[in-house]
């Protein structure tokens, strides 16, 4: 099979590891890649918001399954225009992938189908959302309506600061992502990612994982894209898989259906956990990164035929293969993310890391640039680790670390620590 690969980050570094170990691959393209993927496949210049491009190209190569990792292009329907010339794609299409690209319609396909999440109300009006604040009691979530690179989320102590957050977003902060807000109900627990690969109508469970959403040790500073996760989430018990699969992805599923939209590809759920009981947090339509990377290092089996089946509607087993073993990701990212920081700082000693038995070093935001690897982005690589228990994992994740020479890069030390 030809494949192409759609995105530049960790996430899609690690689909490309998974896929490349494939015996159907006869040759994976990357859209674009980036140097550690770039050692997996092809890489093509074509930037992954490119959907004119991606389908020209997939057309023109014969490809037979185009992987997209990020969530705006489906948003766009990359999937749909790769469907109305035959080219099979594991993504969903622009209407299923709403459940990502809205908020609004997120907690309508709840509502509508019973799947429990936090009360909410929706604003276009300053005047009417900070009223409502004052209904609310603190602390408070707002949020953006459509994507708006994970920074859209804003979880306010004081009314002075929600305030401050919808004069942002309504005001033009995030563009045409925050002209429609949510004011939604603060939930308490604690929060999981799990996955599902589906077909529309089938579907197959993936293991739960957690992240680590705030920049700092002991979940202090700004949140982020993700500074490291690990899998399996002991938080994640037997009775809130039953309940996730009964209350919340049998019904989503079945809802959208119903709306004539059927969900194909990876769906992950967010989840709020609070004495056993699971909430919805938001849905994405495709892997979490930095979670992806983590089930990768634990799948132990073939992901291209799963996503070929997905594609086409043609799924038939009920469960997925995994290592026996636990498994750990630190990011290392620029010092200064999520806010201002410095491209451009070499990067020394990946090599040594990815030496280590058990270690898989990811790129996240790295460009080669005269044979030297370079820091691109805010969170640059994924570390990750596999042992047979979770602290053998961390222990391992950090022994890797340590051997990467970076001194314009900061990470967390302290991963894993609510299950350890």
Known sequence: MKVLLVGSGGREHALGWKIAQSP????LYLAPGNPGLNRLGEAVTIDPNDIDAIVSFAEGTSI??????????????????LAGVGITCFGASADAARLEGSKTFMKEVCQACGAPTAGYETFTDVTAAKSYLRSQRAPFVIKADGLAAGKGVVIAETLEDADTAIDDMLSGAFGEAGSTIVVEEFMTGEEASFFVMTD???FVPMLACQDHK???????GP???????????????????QRTIETIVKPVLAEMRKRGAPYRGVLYVGLMIDNDMPKVVEFNARFGDPECQVLMRLLDEDLLPLMVACAKGELRQNELSWQKCHGVLTVMAAEGYPSSYQKGEKIHGIDDADALPGVIVFHAGTRQ?????????????????????????VTLVYRAVDKIKWPGGFYRKDIGWRAL
Request: aromatic letters at 4%; hydrophobic letters at 40%; zero cysteines.
């Open 24 to 27: 159907l691959l006869s040759k």
């Open 214 to 220: 705030r920049a700092f040790d002991g979940d202090k």
């Open 200 to 202: 529309g109508e089938r």
């Open 223 to 241: 949140n982020t894209g993700g500074m490291g996760a690990y899998a399996p989430a002991p938080v994640f018990t037997g009775s809130v898989h």
């Open 64 to 81: 037979d399954l185009v992987v997209v990792g990020p969530e705006a292009p489906l948003v766009a329907g990359l999937a749909n225009r």
């Open 369 to 393: 640039e005269d044979g030297d690897i370079v820091s691109n982005g805010g969170r640059v690589l994924n570390v990750t680790a596999t042992g047979d228990g979770l602290r053998d994992a």
